[in-house]
């Protein structure tokens, strides 16, 4: 009785009833990447179907009107239905027994590629899609967004077989243009273009407290040549929890208002640890006070997706009392980031400066073992503002600012 319920139970999982001795041989393999392998044959020879199930329905992939047919390559994998079953019946309804399956997720499946690197507002952006499977046979969704604007979508079909396809975007306006392809079952992969202004310079704004100081003289050396302009802004002993002696958050609309920068370089916070509202630092409430105030920052200074902002961490100062104060602070700043993933990057001095969240005046870069640090256990001295300087120029070079 066992036996015979356990049958019942199998056959009713299929969408019909075979016999128990089918007459029909089928075989789906994973053999060559992209595609699903089919095989099947009717010993009594004859017109035979091979289909699969889907949503109910039998749909006929490979016919033959000798009783065998066999096919490597008899479809392509897909991203919404990892899961097949497959069956074969012959023009007397006999039926094989269903054949399961489950082809490869669709995580690593596409590679993305803007080009050019480097675009000045008013060429074509090109946006090409590659096909790691190398079978083909599915719809994209490419998404194009110009700073402050909806974005603009196209359809990208690639044929059964076909692993490549582009699609073009017009550019007129400079900024950071976030790019997306999508198909359903896989998940959607993001890209960032940087789109330059049309024959016009670079500006670039290096602003802060003192931190920003030195650091700014090396981005201005090393950067302002040609159309690239560096401007220089520093506040001496001001912060962003004591707008007393100067409001940080409409400082920061006065300069993206009037300079209008293609990247901003903010490096602030030494300063800061007053109380935000009726919050006292370090505790959640304060950093949550803190992560609002440098999120409006960055509001400012991305110029609705024009502008992208690099913004340095603390080091770990050499005095204890200080060390909550910068803690908080560096918590607050990551926390604001993520609200701006396309134009706001975090450039983690602290974690190069003072490796293990730990204070030290010397660290190992390159072959080198350097002194980094002023007399004041704070402040970056000038190879230390070197380095600095390096890292945000790395950066700027790995997103195509520059």
Known sequence: MFTAGA?????????????????VALDASLRDRGYVGLSAAAPEGGPLVVGEWVSGKFVPVLESATGSVSRRRALAWRCDRPKRLFQARTAAGRLSAPVRLRTPGCAKRFKVIVKPARLRAGRPL???????????????RVCARAPGARPRCRDLRLAKGRSRGAVRFKTRTAGRWPVSVSTPGAPRVRRLASVRRRGGGLRILATGDSMIQI????????????????????????????????NWNNQARRQARGLRPDASVVFLGANDGFPIGRSHCCGRGWVRGYARRVRDMMRSYSRGGAGTVYWLTLPVPRKGNFKPVYSAVNTAIRRAARSYPDTARIVDAEA???????????????????????ADGVHLNTAGASIAASLVIR?????GVL
Not at 355 to 371: D, F, L, M
Not at 395 to 399: F, I, L, N, S, T
């Open 7 to 23: 049958v019942i139970v199998v056959l009713a999982a299929v969408p019909s009833v075979a016999s128990a001795q089918a007459p």
């Open 215 to 246: 650091l700014d003289s090396f981005l201005q050396q090393r950067l302002q040549r040609g159309r690239v302009r560096v401007r220089k802004e520093s506040h001496i002993s001001t912060g962003i929890s004591k707008p007393s002696l100067l």
């Open 126 to 140: 090109s946006v090409l899609v590659l096909d790691r499977f190398g079978s083909g046979d599915v719809a994209l």
């Open 395 to 399: 950066a700027m070079r790995r997103d």
């Open 352 to 374: 190069v400066f003072t490796p293990g969240r730990r204070y030290t005046s010397t660290i190992r870069y390159g072959k080198r073992t350097v002194h980094v640090r002023q």
